[in-house]
């Protein structure tokens, strides 16, 4: 077919190829991350033998449950296949971030970033709990929309800008709804007060942003607000306005970074972010910080022209995308707005929202072992996990990008959130099984099989400045009671 008709020049642009750039290597760089995480995770937690084996899941589910490559006839799920999955997605991903695809035609990075795409998704559809994670869903839906970015031999589609402008805007205003709407603290701008604390995996300089006076907490939950409820409007004018917004979201982003471990998700909304910046205000930024204006150089080269091919493909996924966000869009209007929604099983267009409520006091599930028959008070030794806290003398630390699933799934126990997989967990234990050993820190008994495991709640707490002087701990804990009292291997 011929190139793009002259009346229809506006369709591409030549102002956004450092975008495209950072949007295609960034996501590739996750891609290759989370394929990793996959083979690292993904058979203790499911697979044939895993704490909650996919095989049995699909049995009972089906296809339109969640559309899966496991589900179909001729391949079913086998620890062997999902090795085969995610390898090839971390060379895919790779394959990216070298730039490799990006020097073909057009087709070439729309065909990988659709593969990384429906081989993620056919991990997080049979991924059950340890997969219910709102980044899991925001992979899937960008890695789908940067597929249509194109290659170095065509302008960036325009439509293909708006359509990750709103993405961006629908994860940064649907986060904010989700705080306005939820918990008072977010409203009375007391929220920071606690969620240094209390979030999911502090990083290494939580404690630090903790302890941070009280003003400047209340200046954070204000400026909280100011970028995921005003800023995000800015997306939808003209430059340098998503601009600015894209550059605000990248600092906030940055903080978030610094102050927590949320797997890719601060990681990926950065890539969004600097995805919306234009490269006239790239060169600015070169120019301030005393570098070569080469951005505006590009600005300057005419967009190669786009087979007509390409832009009925672009212009079809746009349409496509624009159906597929009336209940997305109905959904951030509503007064019982959804969090971290799919409306549709291939998770193409999606909602997004974070910390709607915030907890006040941290309770930590610890587990613990004994090789005793009868065990007494001292006769127990406790696992740790790579992530979440555990001995009080040990300093969170860094994680993100990576992911670690059971770490966070232990953070909701005490939530309340369903404990059907504790229980295997437990047996595991028991059982003394390799792999769900490699997941944890440390395990207490080198590799041999406990008589008992028990699970018990602690209330923790951050040290003070002095008491962190003092004992040089991180964490004060106070036991509250048992959870799971004493089980052996019949009994588990």
């Known amino acids: 077919m011929g190139t793009l008709p002259d009346w229809l020049g506006w369709w591409s642009s030549a102002d956004y190829d450092v975008a ?80 490799l695809p990006q020097a073909g035609p057009w087709w070439v990075p729309t065909l990988v970033f659709l593969a990384l795409w429906w081989l993620y998704l056919s991990l997080v559809n049979v991924g059950q709990t340890f997969y219910a994670f709102g980044w899991e869903t925001l992979l899937c839906e960008a890695g789908f929309v940067i597929a249509f970015l194109g290659s170095d ?62 003003w400047w907490h209340r200046f954070e939950v204000l400026g909280t607000h100011v970028s995921q409820l005003v800023v995000p409007w800015f997306l939808f004018l003209p430059q340098p306005f998503p601009s600015i917004a894209g550059i605000v979201f990248a600092l906030t982003q940055g903080w978030l970074v610094l102050t927590g471990n949320f797997a890719w998700l601060n990681w990926a909304t950065i890539v969004l972010a600097f995805g919306v910046i234009s490269d006239g ?26 087979p007509l091919a390409y832009v009925l493909v672009v212009s079809a996924v746009a349409l496509l995308i624009l159906v597929l966000s009336v209940r997305p869009a109905l959904n951030l209007a509503s007064r019982h707005q959804r969090m971290n929604a799919s409306f549709e099983p291939f998770r193409l267009v999606n909602a997004y929202g974070a910390f709607g409520s915030v907890t006040r006091h941290r309770d930590e599930i610890t587990v613990e072992g004994t090789l005793a028959d009868e065990p007494g008070p ?3 030794a406790e696992y740790v996990f790579r992530g979440k806290p555990g001995p009080t003398g040990r300093r969170p630390p860094l994680v993100a990008p990576y992911h670690l699933r059971l770490d966070w799934l232990m953070w909701f126990l005490p939530l309340g959130h369903s404990s059907r997989w504790f229980t295997v967990f437990l047996r595991r234990l028991l059982e003394a099984d390799p792999q769900v050993l490699r997941l944890l820190r440390t395990d207490p008994f080198g590799g041999r099989p406990p008589r008992f495991v028990r699970a018990v709640l602690h209330r923790y707490r951050y040290t003070t400045p002095e008491e962190r002087r003092r004992t040089g701990d991180w964490w004060v804990r106070e036991r509250l009671h048992l959870a799971v009292d004493p089980v052996r291997l019949p009994d588990a």
Do not use: N
């Open 20 to 99: 495209r750039t950072v949007l295609q290597r960034g996501f590739g760089a996750l891609y290759a991350l989370a394929f990793w995480g996959a083979l690292r995770q993904f058979r203790p937690l499911l697979g044939e033998r895993g704490i909650a084996p996919v095989p049995r899941f699909v049995a009972r589910t089906h296809w339109r449950d969640g559309p899966s490559l496991f589900r179909w006839r001729y391949l079913r799920y086998s620890d062997r296949l999902l090795a085969a999955v995610a390898w090839c997605g971390v060379v895919l991903g790779a394959s990216v971030v070298v730039g």
């Open 153 to 214: 031999a065509v302008g960036v589609p325009l439509l293909t800008i708006l359509a990750v402008r709103w993405l961006l805007f629908r994860l940064e205003h649907g986060a904010g709804l989700i705080k306005w709407r939820g918990d008072p603290a977010w409203r009375d701008l007391t929220a920071l007060y606690y969620h240094h604390e209390t979030q999911p995996m502090p990083g290494p300089f939580s404690w630090h942003a903790h302890h941070m006076p009280r």
């Open 378 to 380: 001292d006769d127990w």
């Open 281 to 306: 205000t790239w060169a600015w930024l070169g120019r301030l910080v005393g570098l070569p204006d080469g951005a505006a150089a590009a600005s300057a080269t005419a967009s190669p022209p786009a």
